[in-house]
């Protein structure tokens, strides 16, 4: 059973919501309706399925019978495809189809999964108790609610047949339309029985196809499906730690390191001041060299002016970790420009040539620069290449990337992490990422992905 808490059946609802005022609501109608369906439905299920299991078993010792029976076996899937639309009368909150979606898959492959699947089993039980069972109720019901309009028009009745002998009760002959007036209120009695009986036939209806037509928590593509969900709560939630780590590295680190500098600057000035007041006929002192002025102060000035290099240097490393992290540009004005960033930045020759219609979503453009930033990083470090072309476009809905160098080749998607992770961000977006690499080059990294980004 589905252990995310359901809402409650909606007629059972309305029902406690409004006892008194419920026969005069909508949801009478659409119940007698739905059981009216039944008492239909049923009847011709029962004499389908014992027809199935008879010509089964029957032709079974010659072979033909065993195709009879696994067409028995699979009566349940379309019958239960019916049943959840007919619950669309009474259930405003659709049973969703338990069943694997098998895109692609031959007759074959489709009929093994099938019968493979719990859901399959479920749905032959809720059509064989469909058949009887619930058949056998709404087909009681719909009597007992015929016959009680029947009394509810019983004057009618009368006067339609008069001079003719009626007799509602056995053995007692109604004289006239009026004699009929305490038929039609037991028939309106009996409606108002019918009113609350068949909300909770129905009630118990939905209940019955939630637990044996929905899916559950231990079907494969309830858990397939699951899985999905919560790779996609692990890659936003990694988008927002991305993000606040951009953001703390950007308005934190960085501008206290803009900082520092400043004020080594301002003491860096500060002691070439105190040097020129120690050599007045020397205006340029330089304070790493002139330590016979005063050595104490250029030494300070000199560890300070080190200490300034050395927070430019830091502050210039952080800018290009921030830009990796995620890129202002990238954001901005989007991949194609990003990547012709990149490229300008790359020390192998890098030839860009992006075709898109316009901006792509948020998604799709993150994942397509790090696949191009990790091709043109392992290009460099491995390939030995001396060219480097980059090629993106959108066809039918999904943007194809092409990353291509001349190097020698023969390198292994495997042996890194970083080719990995892309793989797995790309099966998430529903795309592609593949790598060829014979030996002797060249090496193109390929991806499509679905522009929707979901």
Not at 38 to 66: H, K, R, T
Not at 370 to 398: C, M, P, Q, W, Y
Not at 417 to 422: H, M, S
């Given at each position: 059973m589905n252990e995310e808490e359901q809402p409650p059946v909606a007629v059972w609802?309305?029902?406690?919501?409004?006892p008194l005022r419920f026969p005069f609501t909508r949801w009478v109608p659409r119940c007698w309706a739905y059981l009216l369906g039944g008492a239909l439905l049923g009847p011709l299920l029962l004499v389908v399925l014992a027809a199935l299991l008879a010509v089964g078993l029957g032709l079974s010792v010659v072979g033909v019978g065993l195709l009879v029976l696994l067409a028995l076996a699979l009566a349940g899937v379309p019958v239960a495809a019916v049943e959840r639309r007919r619950l669309r009368l009474v259930e405003p909150v659709p049973v969703p189809d338990p069943h694997r979606p098998l895109p692609g898959a031959g007759r074959r492959a489709r009929l093994r999964t099938r019968l493979r699947e719990r859901a399959t089993w479920r749905e032959l039980a809720h059509t064989a108790l469909t058949a009887t069972v619930l058949a056998a109720a709404a087909l009681g019901?719909?009597?007992?609610l015929l016959f009680a309009g029947a009394l509810v028009v019983s004057p009618a009745i009368v006067w339609a047949l008069a001079p003719e002998t009626v007799m509602i009760i056995p053995g007692r002959v109604v004289s006239g339309p009026l004699a009929a007036l305490p038929f039609t209120a037991a028939g309106l009695a009996g409606l108002l029985l019918c009113a609350y009986s068949g909300a909770l036939l129905t009630t118990?209806?939905?209940a019955l196809a939630r637990l044996l037509l929905g899916p559950r928590d231990e079907d494969p593509g309830r858990q397939v499906l699951e899985l999905t969900r919560s790779r996609a709560r692990l890659a936003d939630a990694f988008e927002a730690e991305r993000r606040r780590i951009e953001r703390d590295l950007h308005d934190g680190a960085q501008q206290q390191l803009?900082?520092?500098?400043m004020t080594l600057g301002l003491a860096d000035h500060a002691l070439r001041g105190r040097l020129r007041e120690a050599d007045p006929a020397d205006p340029s002192v330089d304070p790493a060299a002139d330590a016979a002025a005063d050595p104490a102060v250029a030494q300070a000035a000199a560890l300070v002016a080190r200490a300034r290099g050395e927070a430019r240097q830091a502050l210039e490393q952080l800018r290009g970790l921030v830009r990796g992290i995620h890129p202002q540009v990238l954001t901005d004005h989007g991949l194609a420009a990003a990547v012709a960033e990149v490229a300008l930045r790359h020390p192998i020759p890098v030839e860009a040539d992006l075709d898109l219609p316009g901006r792509l979503p948020a998604p799709v453009e993150t994942t397509a620069y790090f696949t191009v930033t990790e091709a043109l990083t392992n290009a460099a470090k491995h390939s030995g290449a001396t060219a480097i072309t980059v090629r993106g476009s959108v066809a039918d809905g999904r943007l194809v990337l092409q990353v291509t160098?001349?190097?020698?080749?023969?390198?292994?998607p495997a042996a890194g992490a970083g080719l990995r992770g892309l793989a797995d961000r790309v099966a998430l977006l529903k795309g592609r990422l593949m790598v060829t690499s014979p030996t002797g080059g060249p090496t193109t990294l390929r991806l499509e992905v679905p522009c929707s980004g979901s």
């Amino acid at each position: 059973m589905n252990e995310e808490e359901q809402p409650p059946v909606a007629v059972w609802a309305a029902l406690r919501a409004h006892p008194l005022r419920f026969p005069f609501t909508r949801w009478v109608p659409r119940c007698w309706a739905y059981l009216l369906g039944g008492a239909l439905l049923g009847p011709l299920l029962l004499v389908v399925l014992a027809a199935l299991l008879a010509v089964g078993l029957g032709l079974s010792v010659v072979g033909v019978g065993l195709l009879v029976l696994l067409a028995l076996a699979l009566a349940g899937v379309p019958v239960a495809a019916v049943e959840r639309r007919r619950l669309r009368l009474v259930e405003p909150v659709p049973v969703p189809d338990p069943h694997r979606p098998l895109p692609g898959a031959g007759r074959r492959a489709r009929l093994r999964t099938r019968l493979r699947e719990r859901a399959t089993w479920r749905e032959l039980a809720h059509t064989a108790l469909t058949a009887t069972v619930l058949a056998a109720a709404a087909l009681g019901f719909t009597a007992v609610l015929l016959f009680a309009g029947a009394l509810v028009v019983s004057p009618a009745i009368v006067w339609a047949l008069a001079p003719e002998t009626v007799m509602i009760i056995p053995g007692r002959v109604v004289s006239g339309p009026l004699a009929a007036l305490p038929f039609t209120a037991a028939g309106l009695a009996g409606l108002l029985l019918c009113a609350y009986s068949g909300a909770l036939l129905t009630t118990a209806h939905v209940a019955l196809a939630r637990l044996l037509l929905g899916p559950r928590d231990e079907d494969p593509g309830r858990q397939v499906l699951e899985l999905t969900r919560s790779r996609a709560r692990l890659a936003d939630a990694f988008e927002a730690e991305r993000r606040r780590i951009e953001r703390d590295l950007h308005d934190g680190a960085q501008q206290q390191l803009v900082a520092l500098s400043m004020t080594l600057g301002l003491a860096d000035h500060a002691l070439r001041g105190r040097l020129r007041e120690a050599d007045p006929a020397d205006p340029s002192v330089d304070p790493a060299a002139d330590a016979a002025a005063d050595p104490a102060v250029a030494q300070a000035a000199a560890l300070v002016a080190r200490a300034r290099g050395e927070a430019r240097q830091a502050l210039e490393q952080l800018r290009g970790l921030v830009r990796g992290i995620h890129p202002q540009v990238l954001t901005d004005h989007g991949l194609a420009a990003a990547v012709a960033e990149v490229a300008l930045r790359h020390p192998i020759p890098v030839e860009a040539d992006l075709d898109l219609p316009g901006r792509l979503p948020a998604p799709v453009e993150t994942t397509a620069y790090f696949t191009v930033t990790e091709a043109l990083t392992n290009a460099a470090k491995h390939s030995g290449a001396t060219a480097i072309t980059v090629r993106g476009s959108v066809a039918d809905g999904r943007l194809v990337l092409q990353v291509t160098d001349d190097g020698h080749g023969g390198a292994d998607p495997a042996a890194g992490a970083g080719l990995r992770g892309l793989a797995d961000r790309v099966a998430l977006l529903k795309g592609r990422l593949m790598v060829t690499s014979p030996t002797g080059g060249p090496t193109t990294l390929r991806l499509e992905v679905p522009c929707s980004g979901s």
